[in-house]
Each structure stands twice: as C-alpha cells, then as structure tokens.
T-cell receptor
C-alpha cells in the first residue's frame, strides 16, 4: 500500500505568478484535504474534496482553488501569488468525509520571492 | 470559531524522563482529537486518534487522554528517547458542524537530550 505523495518537493516562485501543487492519495482513499503551514504555525485547513467535488473550505481567498480527479489524485492551484503564500503545503487523504484519521503527505515547500 | 492552544511551546528534557504535553480547545462539540508528530520540514505522522466518546488511547510509550467537557487533552510520553525529538501537534476534528476539517494548535517542540 503506497502512502500519500506530493510533488514537487520544493518550489520557488515570484510574486504575481501562478502555481500548481499535486497530491496522490493513499490507495483506497476518496477524500483529500489541503492545508497550509506557515513557519512556526500549525497547519490551516484550505479545503477538502470528496469524489471530485469541493466538500468544505477554510478561510482562504478564491485565488486558492483545487481539483480532484477520478483516480482521487488532487491539485491545489494558487493564482496571483503573494509573499505570505510562502509555506509548507500539505495534503491529507482519508477514507471518509468526516474527520477520520487523515494520512498526510510530506508536503511541498513553496517560497514566493 | 474553534481555537486550539498547546502548552508549552517548547520543552527540553533529559533522556528517560516522563513528560506531558498539553492541548486545550475552545469548542467542546468535537468529533475527535488527534496527536501528530512532525519532524523538521516534513509531513505529519498520526500518533493517536481519540474519538469524542472515548477518554484515552494508548500506543506503546504514548498515552493520550481527552476531557471534552473541559476542552483539554494531554499526551503522555513515557521513558523519553532522543528519537522522540520533534514537534507534536494537537488537532481537533470537526466542530461547529464542520465535520470535514482539522483545527491545529501551533505545536510543542520537544527536545530529548542524550
């Protein structure tokens, strides 16, 4: 059974650019959540996808958007990058929509210059 | 709005010591509570999950308790080892009708000295 994987590992962008981060869910998981973790902070919930539909969203602006594909892999897209978007982006997969045990990937470190 | 607080922010102990990490939350209407471990620059590893109807969970040298009415949880680590050095995060699952998200504290940075 493979775990949750994310790509790329690290990414450097400049302010105003757009970025796409990718996540492959653990086998058999149909729910994926994305979190943003700024340095020295706990992760903050961005949104969750269940069977290709957004199931819930945290307090993030519309320039943060996502997709989930039929194989349950997922993308996080961020438009018009700002310096404060620099963070570790984590995805987590689970077998249920409810806040059951979530399995986290290693994260993508995004730096915005 | 759910808020999660972890105390202390950092802790340094000698190897072999037993220790307790604390977590408090403001909204007691939760689905569950999880403790995670995070190594520097890495993702999260789930340590223990306590459902809202449970009082505690144990795994090896780790024991987590939950007192929903008072909005508190503790993570007890017995006989600490240098390999336990990491940041420990407490996360509350589902509150205010939002059964789909985890709300995290800022974590406790634990250093176990040989």
């Amino acid at each position: 059974e493979t775990g949750v994987t994310q790509s790329p590992t690290h990414l450097i962008k400049t302010r105003g650019q757009q970025v796409t981060l990718r996540c492959s869910s653990q086998s058999g998981h149909n729910t994926v959540s994305w979190y943003q973790q700024a340095l020295g902070q706990g992760p903050q919930f961005i949104f969750q996808y269940y069977r290709e539909e957004e199931n819930g969203r945290g307090n993030f602006p519309p320039r943060f958007s996502g997709l989930q594909f039929p194989n349950y892999s997922s993308e996080l897209n961020v438009n018009a990058l700002e310096l404060d978007d620099s963070a570790l982006y984590l995805c987590a997969s689970s077998t249920a929509v409810g806040a059951d045990t979530q399995y986290f990937g290693p994260g993508t470190r995004l730096t915005v210059l | 709005k759910q808020e999660v607080t972890q105390i202390p922010a950092a802790l340094s102990v000698p190897e072999g010591e037993n220790l307790v990490l604390n977590c408090s939350f403001t909204d007691s209407a939760i689905y569950n509570l999880q403790w995670f471990r995070q190594d520097p620059g890495k993702g999260l590893t789930s340590l223990l999950l306590i459902q809202s109807s449970q009082r505690e969970q144990t795994s090896g040298r780790l024991n987590a308790s939950l007192d929903k009415s008072s909005g508190r949880s503790t993570l007890y680590i017995a006989a600490s080892q240098p390999g336990d050095s990491a940041t420990y995060l407490c996360a509350v699952g589902g509150s205010g009708g939002s059964n789909y998200k985890l709300t995290f504290g800022k974590g406790t940075l634990l250093t176990v000295n040989p």
